[in-house]
């Protein structure tokens, strides 16, 4: 079964400091990876996904990730923190089960706090 | 295009009861999966329909069912419901393999 571990539930910045979310991922077939962020109230918005191909994925509000297969990981980083970027951020794999679909699973989630 | 909707946005029930949630999913999408979030157990798959057919399950007991009609909306039940019932329910949609886009959820408070 595959899993994702995020590693640390509160990570906060100063607004303009570099954001860094990590994702460790588990998987026994090559994984389709996910990034997706929750404001308070809300449902889950996606940020970018990792399928095959560039390994840099780019995504919205400035966001990338790099999928670095040696290590399983996918790292959330962004350069510079802005107050709206406050939110809970999920990293995720697809399950996939043949022609009988695909399932998420979710990591813990990461708050992030951002100070000015 | 329109996102995916899901009525109602919030419900108390009691212990006991039964209810049923509604989502509409992107129109042209054919998978609408639904999920359930706790603080303590995060965000767990329930179950994916496609095409009016349930393709699999997460590890749920048998209260939580679900159904997919012919333009794809999709309803989840979940009868006798318990304390522990109480959560944000997300239905997802999605037109293939990949990405899945979410609503807002609905919030279930049982009491």
């Known amino acids: 079964a595959q899993s994702v571990t995020q590693l640390g539930s509160h990570v906060s910045v100063s607004e303009g400091a570099l954001v860094l979310l990590r994702c460790n991922y588990s998987s026994s077939v090559p994984p389709y990876l996910f990034w997706y962020v929750q404001y308070p109230n809300q449902g889950l918005q996606l940020l970018l996904k990792y399928t095959t191909g560039a390994t840099l994925v780019k995504g919205i509000n400035g966001f990338e990730a790099e999928f670095k297969k040696s290590e399983t990981s996918f790292h959330l980083t962004k350069p510079s923190a802005h107050m709206s970027d406050a939110a809970e951020y999920f990293c995720a794999v697809s399950e996939r089960f043949g022609q009988a679909g695909t399932a998420l699973i979710f990591g813990k989630g990461t708050t992030l706090s951002v100070s000015s | 295009k329109a996102g995916v909707t899901q009525t109602p946005r919030y419900l108390i029930k009691t212990r006991g009861q039964q209810v049923t949630l509604s989502c509409s999913p992107i129109s042209g999408h054919r998978s609408v999966s639904w999920y359930q979030q706790t603080p303590g157990q995060g965000l767990q798959f329930l179950f994916e329909y496609f095409s009016e057919t349930q393709r699999n399950k997460g590890n749920f007991p048998g209260r939580f069912s679900g159904r997919q009609f012919s333009n794809s909306r999709s309803e989840m039940n979940v009868s006798t419901l318990e304390l522990g019932d109480s959560a944000l329910y997300l239905c997802?949609?999605?037109?293939?393999?990949?990405?899945?886009?979410f609503g807002p959820g609905t919030r279930l408070t049982v009491t």
């Open positions: 997802a949609s999605s037109s293939g393999w990949d990405e899945q886009y």
